[in-house]
């Protein structure tokens, strides 16, 4: 069956443009995370949803982030007033449901360059 | 705190074994997950671990050692297309974010 998709692959933009970047989960999973990872990196938690709820943003890094998941399916993640600190990839991952135990499959990622 | 320590990078030789060592300190203890990435590519999963003991699983194998807060992926027969970065990841406390080590790239030499 078809995996994890992102939109854009790549996003270029200038410093203090909004970006949207959108993640397509596999279909029945209800947990949805996004991540950021920076060149050489670990990957860093942004936030996590398990249906349409958030229930911890608390890896959101600042307040120009925001995201959202709608029908249990697409997510949005939102990047208001672009930072170059901003510039990193950023990956979406689902998993049939949250717990330790479950698999998290990921999304090519987005490439975010901020100039 | 939490943490996961691994080493930053490793070479090996084509052919060879290799044993990638990951350390963890969690707020409890819900498995341990194995992912490899290749470069520009999204990770993969390749183990998960929650009980002590060796996992096999063709030419990769992970243990676990509660008890010492450690795991290993052990690679044989190397191949070129095993050159990736492999990350380590812990479920703790939380039922739902993983902790994740900063990885592990390995290098493949002929």
């Known amino acids: 069956g078809a995996g994890v998709s992102q939109s854009p692959s790549n996003k270029v933009t200038e410093k203090g443009k909004d970006v949207e970047l959108r993640c397509d989960p596999i279909s029945g999973h209800t947990a949805l995370y996004w991540y950021r990872q920076s060149l050489g990196q670990g990957l860093e938690f942004l936030i996590y949803?398990?249906?349409?709820?958030?229930?911890?943003k608390s890896g959101l890094p600042s307040d120009r982030f925001s995201a959202e998941r709608t029908g249990g399916s697409v997510s949005t993640l939102t990047i208001q007033r672009t930072q170059q600190e901003d510039s990193a990839v950023y990956l979406c991952?689902?998993?049939?449901?949250?717990?330790?135990?479950?698999?998290?499959?990921f999304g090519p990622g987005t490439r975010l360059t901020v100039t | 705190g939490q943490n996961i320590d691994q080493p930053t990078e490793m070479t090996a030789t084509e052919g060879a074994i290799v044993q990638i060592n990951c350390t963890y300190q969690t707020s409890g203890f819900n498995g341990l997950f194995w992912y490899q990435q290749h470069a520009g590519e999204a990770p993969t999963f390749l183990s998960y671990n929650v009980l002590d003991g060796l996992e096999e699983k063709g030419r990769f194998s992970s243990f676990l050692s509660r008890s010492k807060g450690y795991s290993y992926l052990l690679l044989k027969e190397l191949q070129m297309k095993d050159s990736a970065s492999y990350l380590c990841a812990v479920s703790g406390d939380s039922n739902y974010q993983l902790i994740w080590g900063a990885g592990t790239k390995l290098i493949i030499k002929p």
């Open positions: 991952a689902s998993s049939e449901t949250s717990g330790g135990a479950y698999e998290q499959y």
């Open positions: 949803f398990q249906g349409n709820s958030a229930p911890d």
